[in-house]
């Protein structure tokens, strides 16, 4: 049974469960998901292994700072100062439900982001990267490994999700003065 709970709601949960009166081929179709949840972790973290094999790897520490736009009706949005990874200037932005008009309506709440190069490059620069949490913050984040190949003429990737486990996750990071994160950055060398 996959039940998550505080102990002293066990003996009610034990109680209610139906997983004892399950068939063996019901159970067998519950371990085949979590078999296959199991895998696709894997995967990832076989993908994060390999990265981590790569000749160029940067990591900092990034703190996206709540901002205000000019607008007439203002969108509450993230930014990082400007940080430096792999010989590079770089900036991130974060954005609340999409930018959509009242986040403050909805009790789901979710983060995307974009990572801008600010630097000039002389030729095209292939990237993976990916967002964890930082070293002082419990914010729950599963890893996504995102990839880019950033050019002068096109030095900004489209807002992705920030895969933060669930909205009240989320909401946690924007009850805080400042969200605190790490940014790894591997360039694919040719």
Same mark, same amino acid.
């Given at each position: =049974?996959p039940?998550?709970?505080?102990?002293h709601? !066990?003996t009610?949960?034990?109680?209610? =469960?139906?997983? +004892?009166?399950?068939?063996?081929?019901?159970?067998?179709?519950?371990? &085949?998901?979590m &078999?296959?949840?199991r $895998?696709?972790?894997?995967?990832?973290?076989?993908?994060? %292994?390999?990265l981590?094999?790569?000749?160029?790897?940067g990591?900092?520490?990034?703190q %996206?700072? #709540?901002?205000?736009?000019d607008d007439?009706?203002?969108?509450?949005?993230?930014?990082? #100062?400007?940080?430096?990874v !792999?010989n590079?200037?770089?900036v991130l932005?974060?954005?609340?439900?999409?930018?959509?008009?009242? #986040?403050? !309506?909805s =009790? $789901? @709440?979710t983060?995307?982001f974009?990572?801008?190069?600010?630097?000039?490059?002389?030729? +095209?620069?292939? =990237?993976?990267?990916?967002?964890?949490?930082? #070293?002082?913050?419990d914010?729950k984040?599963?890893?996504v490994?995102?990839?880019?190949v950033f050019?002068?003429?096109n030095?900004?990737?489209?807002y992705?999700p920030? +895969?933060i486990?669930?909205?009240?996750?989320?909401? $946690?990071?924007?009850?805080?003065?400042?969200?605190?994160? @790490?940014l790894?950055? %591997?360039?694919?060398? $040719?």
């Amino acid at each position: =049974c996959p039940w998550q709970g505080p102990y002293h709601e !066990l003996t009610v949960h034990e109680a209610e =469960c139906t997983h +004892p009166t399950k068939t063996g081929n019901e159970l067998m179709e519950i371990l &085949d998901e979590m &078999d296959q949840t199991r $895998k696709k972790e894997m995967q990832l973290y076989n993908s994060i %292994f390999s990265l981590l094999s790569f000749e160029k790897i940067g990591y900092t520490e990034v703190q %996206f700072r #709540p901002y205000r736009t000019d607008d007439f009706i203002t969108r509450l949005y993230y930014e990082t #100062p400007r940080l430096t990874v !792999l010989n590079q200037t770089w900036v991130l932005k974060a954005r609340v439900n999409d930018s959509e008009r009242n #986040p403050n !309506l909805s =009790c $789901k @709440r979710t983060l995307s982001f974009q990572l801008i190069l600010k630097s000039k490059i002389n030729s +095209p620069m292939e =990237c993976s990267f990916l967002l964890l949490e930082g #070293p002082y913050d419990d914010v729950k984040i599963n890893p996504v490994i995102y990839h880019f190949v950033f050019t002068n003429e096109n030095n900004e990737t489209d807002y992705m999700p920030l +895969p933060i486990i669930d909205s009240v996750e989320c909401n $946690k990071l924007l009850a805080a003065k400042n969200i605190n994160l @790490r940014l790894f950055i %591997f360039q694919i060398q $040719k």
